[in-house]
């Protein structure tokens, strides 16, 4: 059993269906869609610059793979099954894959919650849309967080309505803590020539219906979205495995998880040396899917190598960007370009 149908789990489904299971094995993918959506592109959709089609991707069609549609409520792991959302009778599993992705990080901080939007889901992702698209000439967007979530929320909102007023709210002293400073002076030079307010050493206190409340100052504002960090999401957190600072499972060599080896964790919810993203829970798919294809044809499986990540892209509307590629940041049209690049191969496959 599947728990996701985001990158980690797509590319372990197809990895194993490209490698021939044996007769006797059945697949089952759960996922609360009908479809694999494309997250590192919902920024987009938030800002109303893609339609929701463009994002969204069937899932293989297989003779020994079900899909079951619907609301995970409870991982039994000691009974092997999950329960499911109306429905009455739990689905079992021999073998479990975790790959429920994350949620929205709101660090205790009041109203956050209720008064802001998401683009963790390609659902939230809509109303995302809904809100900024209904504002009227010169409304007030604010968006929570400067990492490359927040970066490209603020840039593309910026793209898609010129009247906007649009506010970047930063914790720390530069956007884009995680990449290199050629990078980030380029993206702030970026907001300035366009007109997006960035405000540095934010500590957000509360957010109202109208409004943020920053260091003492309370902004008037129509619209916020929140992209302040994320956090396993809440299924995995109440798991009685043992987890790392940031609520991540702790696995062994093998992405499974030590006190019950036949559950396997990829993408968000793994503990890991590298930051979650699309790129890392792909690798971690394939290298799972390894062990499994040997496991289920009776070999022993080989110690998954050390992962290497090619590198980030981030998009600042539809023709600049910025990234590392072959370990040198880069900026421009050229990042843009790869990043459209990486997507239409994704869709490809």
Same mark, same amino acid.
């Given at each position: 059993?599947?728990?996701?149908?985001?990158?980690?789990?797509?590319?372990?489904?197809?990895?194993?269906?490209?490698?021939?299971?044996?007769?006797?094995?059945?697949?089952?993918?759960?996922?609360?869609?009908?479809?694999?959506?494309?997250?590192?592109?919902?920024?987009?959709?938030?800002?109303?610059?893609?339609?929701?089609?463009?994002? *969204?991707?069937?899932?293989?069609?297989?003779?020994?793979?079900?899909?079951?549609?619907?609301?995970?409520?409870?991982?039994? $792991?000691?009974?092997?099954?999950?329960?499911?959302?109306?429905?009455?009778?739990?689905?079992?599993?021999?073998?479990?894959?975790?790959?429920?992705?994350?949620?929205?990080?709101?660090?205790?901080? &009041?109203?956050?919650?209720?008064?802001?939007?998401?683009?963790?889901? @390609?659902?939230?992702?809509?109303?995302?849309?809904?809100?900024?698209?209904?504002?009227?000439?010169?409304?007030?967007?604010? @968006?929570?967080?400067?990492?490359?979530?927040?970066?490209?929320?603020?840039?593309?909102?910026?793209?898609?309505?010129?009247?906007?007023?649009?506010?970047?709210?930063? *914790?720390?002293?530069?956007?884009?803590?995680?990449?290199?400073?050629?990078?980030?002076?380029?993206?702030?030079?970026?907001?300035?020539?366009?007109?997006?307010?960035?405000?540095?050493?934010?500590?957000? &206190?509360?957010?109202?219906?109208?409004?943020?409340?920053?260091?003492?100052?309370?902004?008037?504002?129509?619209?916020?979205?929140?992209?302040?960090?994320?956090?396993?999401?809440?299924?995995?957190? &109440?798991?009685?495995?043992?987890?790392?600072?940031?609520?991540?499972? @702790?696995?062994?060599?093998?992405?499974?998880?030590?006190?019950?080896?036949?559950?396997?964790?990829?993408?968000?919810?793994?503990?890991?040396?590298?930051?979650?993203?699309?790129?890392?829970?792909?690798?971690?798919?394939?290298? @799972?899917?390894?062990?499994?294809?040997?496991?289920?044809?009776?070999?022993?499986?080989?110690?998954?190598?050390?992962?290497?990540?090619?590198?980030?892209?981030?998009?600042?509307?539809?023709?600049?960007?910025?990234?590392?590629?072959?370990?040198?940041?880069?900026?421009?049209?050229?990042?843009?370009?790869?990043?459209?690049? $990486?997507?239409?191969?994704?869709?490809?496959?």
């Amino acid at each position: 059993m599947i728990l996701g149908g985001g990158y980690g789990g797509v590319k372990i489904l197809n990895k194993l269906l490209d490698g021939g299971l044996p007769d006797d094995i059945r697949i089952t993918l759960v996922d609360r869609n009908p479809y694999h959506s494309l997250k590192t592109e919902f920024y987009a959709i938030a800002a109303g610059t893609k339609a929701d089609r463009e994002v *969204r991707m069937e899932f293989p069609d297989h003779e020994q793979v079900d899909y079951v549609y619907g609301e995970v409520e409870k991982i039994a $792991v000691d009974h092997r099954h999950i329960e499911l959302r109306d429905v009455d009778e739990p689905v079992e599993y021999d073998f479990l894959i975790i790959g429920l992705g994350c949620e929205d990080n709101y660090h205790g901080i &009041e109203g956050a919650e209720q008064y802001t939007e998401s683009v963790q889901t @390609i659902s939230r992702a809509r109303y995302a849309s809904l809100a900024v698209g209904d504002l009227k000439a010169y409304g007030k967007v604010a @968006i929570v967080g400067a990492g490359l979530s927040g970066i490209e929320v603020a840039s593309e909102v910026r793209e898609s309505r010129p009247d906007l007023n649009v506010r970047l709210l930063d *914790r720390g002293e530069t956007v884009l803590s995680a990449f290199d400073t050629k990078i980030q002076n380029y993206v702030e030079e970026w907001f300035v020539k366009n007109d997006v307010e960035v405000i540095h050493k934010a500590n957000v &206190e509360y957010v109202e219906k109208d409004g943020v409340c920053n260091n003492g100052v309370c902004f008037v504002n129509d619209v916020t979205v929140w992209t302040a960090g994320v956090r396993p999401n809440y299924l995995v957190r &109440e798991l009685p495995f043992a987890k790392d600072r940031q609520d991540k499972v @702790i696995l062994n060599d093998f992405y499974q998880v030590p006190s019950h080896p036949e559950v396997y964790v990829v993408g968000d919810c793994a503990s890991s040396i590298h930051s979650p993203s699309a790129q890392l829970a792909g690798q971690q798919g394939e290298q @799972i899917a390894d062990v499994l294809s040997a496991i289920l044809n009776d070999n022993a499986p080989q110690k998954p190598k050390e992962i290497k990540l090619k590198g980030a892209l981030g998009s600042l509307g539809k023709s600049d960007g910025f990234g590392n590629m072959m370990q040198q940041p880069v900026t421009g049209l050229l990042p843009r370009l790869a990043k459209s690049g $990486v997507l239409w191969l994704n869709k490809r496959h």
